[in-house]
């Protein structure tokens, strides 16, 4: 089946996402613009995960738990799971002892609103969330396999925080299957980056969304062609598993 799909919307959580990201808000405009599955990516955390599942399995959206981690080299990637549990497990024995213990200041950096399925505001995270973590890349797409989940560089033809803006290639040995590309991507950007070419990557096209008017912007042009509107089809997907 072919699924409309924006894997990267930051939530309220994220001090640069809008505070008009709220779960429900996010699930309504995805209705709006036709999406069939979406995720909220917060920078290293999941804490406003488990409420846009809520709001989106009332209205039939699919909800991919993940987060975008920030790794020690200051690459951002986005970890997506199969289920809330191997999700949450993975930030709490892994994101949370990894993420230096710097406080948050709203007034600064932005509010980071917890929140649940009524777009109720619970408390803040006190943690700086923007920030590299210890988790280093060697080794992440193995990491997060161990959790049922998939590694997916993010929004790769940028310059900051990216996979080839900070190494300027792609190699096999990273371990890596797919990677995402952003809105602005650049004319032979594939062609032109060493270790991508015709090579048979997955690629997906998300928003970055820190505002609702760019949830789904990809939505009319890129599909997935899945076998199902779940999380786990989704990620044999991106692990480049010809056999679904």
Same mark, same amino acid.
């Given at each position: 089946?072919?699924?409309?799909?924006?894997?990267?919307?930051h939530?309220?959580?994220?001090?640069?996402?809008d505070?008009?990201?709220?779960?429900?808000?996010?699930?309504?405009?995805?209705?709006?613009?036709?999406?069939?599955?979406?995720?909220?990516?917060?920078?290293?955390?999941?804490?406003?995960?488990?409420?846009?599942?809520?709001?989106?399995?009332?209205?039939?959206?699919?909800?991919?738990?993940?987060?975008?981690?920030?790794?020690?080299?200051?690459?951002?990637?986005?970890?997506l799971?199969?289920?809330?549990?191997?999700?949450?497990?993975?930030?709490?024995?892994?994101?949370?002892?990894?993420?230096?213990?710097?406080?948050?200041?709203?007034?600064?950096?932005?509010?980071?609103?917890?929140?649940?399925?009524?777009?109720?505001?619970?408390?803040?995270?006190?943690?700086?969330? #923007?920030?590299?973590? /210890?988790? +280093? %890349?060697? @080794?992440?797409?193995?990491? &997060?396999?161990? !959790?049922? *989940?998939?590694?997916?560089?993010?929004? #790769?033809?940028?310059? /900051?925080? +990216? %996979?080839? @803006?900070?190494?300027?290639? &792609?190699?096999? !040995?990273? *371990?890596?299957?797919?990677?995402?590309?952003?809105?602005?991507?650049?004319?032979?950007?594939?062609?032109?980056?060493?270790?991508?070419?015709?090579?048979?990557?997955?690629?997906?096209?998300?928003?970055?969304?820190?505002?609702?008017?760019?949830?789904g912007?990809?939505?009319?042009?890129?599909?997935?062609?899945?076998?199902?509107?779940?999380?786990?089809?989704?990620?044999?997907?991106?692990?480049?598993e010809?056999?679904l």
């Amino acid at each position: 089946m072919e699924l409309r799909y924006d894997l990267h919307i930051h939530s309220a959580l994220s001090p640069c996402g809008d505070g008009d990201m709220t779960p429900n808000n996010i699930v309504n405009m995805a209705m709006i613009c036709g999406l069939d599955m979406i995720a909220v990516s917060d920078h290293n955390t999941t804490g406003n995960v488990e409420a846009v599942m809520c709001v989106g399995k009332e209205v039939g959206i699919t909800v991919v738990p993940a987060m975008e981690l920030e790794t020690a080299e200051e690459i951002h990637v986005l970890c997506l799971f199969p289920t809330l549990e191997a999700a949450r497990a993975f930030d709490e024995e892994q994101v949370k002892p990894a993420l230096p213990p710097i406080r948050n200041d709203p007034k600064i950096f932005g509010f980071q609103h917890l929140m649940d399925e009524e777009d109720r505001v619970l408390g803040e995270d006190p943690r700086y969330l #923007i920030n590299a973590t /210890t988790i +280093s %890349l060697d @080794g992440l797409p193995e990491l &997060v396999d161990s !959790y049922g *989940g998939v590694a997916v560089p993010a929004h #790769i033809d940028k310059q /900051t925080k +990216s %996979l080839v @803006g900070n190494f300027g290639m &792609v190699g096999d !040995y990273m *371990g890596f299957h797919s990677f995402e590309l952003s809105r602005n991507l650049p004319d032979a950007f594939l062609i032109a980056t060493p270790g991508l070419g015709k090579r048979p990557y997955v690629y997906i096209h998300d928003s970055d969304a820190h505002y609702l008017q760019d949830i789904g912007e990809h939505s009319g042009e890129n599909l997935l062609d899945l076998p199902e509107n779940t999380a786990d089809s989704l990620i044999k997907y991106l692990k480049n598993e010809k056999t679904l």
